[in-house]
């Protein structure tokens, strides 16, 4: 999910690690987790796997250079690929993953769009079935927090629907030219 922020923040500018980890922690902070240990080395391997290369390197403070790395056509490639796979991952990484691609969408057609929001939606429904089928407890607090469970997971269904109606109203509305 890092490196499909990175490559994604990349496509609108040029950054260095450290403007690159503000902006992760800035736009993407409820989705990922962000540290230097963990941007710098990827950053290497893009750069050796030819998805980012190094564009300047600019002195910040006497004896520190900050390396400036741009998105490669290759990059830009690998992003979109990752943009529209479906992983098989835990529910928790699907939901960071969703968010991270609704970060970019606008980077997207909108049928592209319409099929991540929907494949979204229905692993949410799929999920609510799961949680709803639970045996009940005794325990107060674990019946409370599967109604909690329940709850976020209605909220984000709505949402979702929502957004694909935008999404669809949207499409309807942008005009087709005839050749």
């Not at 796997?49 to 290759?74: F, R």
Request: include cysteine.
């Amino acid at each position: 999910m890092l490196k499909l922020s990175v490559l994604g923040l990349l496509q609108r500018e040029p950054l260095n690690g450290y403007r690159l980890k503000q902006q992760l922690e800035r736009f993407m902070s409820c989705s990922i987790c962000v540290n230097y240990g963990a941007i710098y080395p990827l950053l290497k391997r893009m750069e050796e796997q030819g998805e980012v290369m190094l564009c300047t390197e600019q002195v910040q403070e006497p004896g520190h250079c900050g390396k400036i790395y741009q998105i490669t056509p290759l990059g830009k490639n690998t992003w979109y690929q990752e943009m529209l796979e479906h992983p098989h991952e835990s529910w928790v990484n699907a939901r960071s993953r969703f968010l991270i691609k609704y970060f970019f969408f606008s980077h997207l057609l909108p049928e592209e769009r319409m099929q991540l929001i929907e494949y979204r939606l229905m692993s949410c429904r799929l999920r609510l079935t799961e949680k709803k089928a639970l045996e009940a407890t005794d325990d107060l607090y674990q019946v409370k927090l599967q109604k909690r469970a329940i709850a976020v997971i209605q909220s984000e269904i709505e949402w979702l629907v929502e957004q694909l109606q935008t999404e669809q109203l949207q499409l309807t509305q942008t005009p087709t030219s005839i050749e």
